[in-house]
């Protein structure tokens, strides 16, 4: 097994210890487990096909902003 070493702050490397004293029987495990879940988080590929989320971009650009001349109550009576 490759081994590697690692400087960690003592802030990290205190809460790496509690972490694995808590949920883990040896550091070397939580080690293993902590890189493992950390490369599987970093490496996802998202896939979104939802068909609403083109109807939402639609409806984003007919969009208008009226923050530069919102109007004046009389063009808002009919």
Same mark, same amino acid.
């Not at 996802?44 to 109807?55: A, C, L, N, R």
């Not at 971009?57 to 009576?77: C, H, K, L, V, Y």
């Given at each position: 097994?490759?081994?590697? =070493?690692?400087?960690? +702050?003592?802030?990290?490397? &205190? ?5 694995? !004293?808590?949920?883990?029987?040896? #550091?070397?495990?939580?080690? =293993?487990?902590?890189? +493992?879940?950390?490369?599987? &988080? ?5 896939? !979104?096909?939802?068909?609403?989320? #083109? ?19 009389? !063009?808002?009576?009919?």
């Amino acid at each position: 097994m490759p081994t590697f =070493e690692l400087n960690l +702050s003592d802030d990290v490397y &205190a809460e790496f210890q509690q972490l694995a !004293d808590q949920e883990f029987v040896s #550091e070397e495990q939580a080690a =293993e487990e902590l890189i +493992s879940s950390g490369i599987d &988080a970093y490496n996802v590929t998202i896939v !979104d096909d939802d068909p609403h989320d #083109e109807m939402l971009d639609g409806a984003e650009n007919n969009m208008f902003d009226t923050a530069q001349d919102p109007g004046s109550i009389e !063009d808002d009576r009919l």
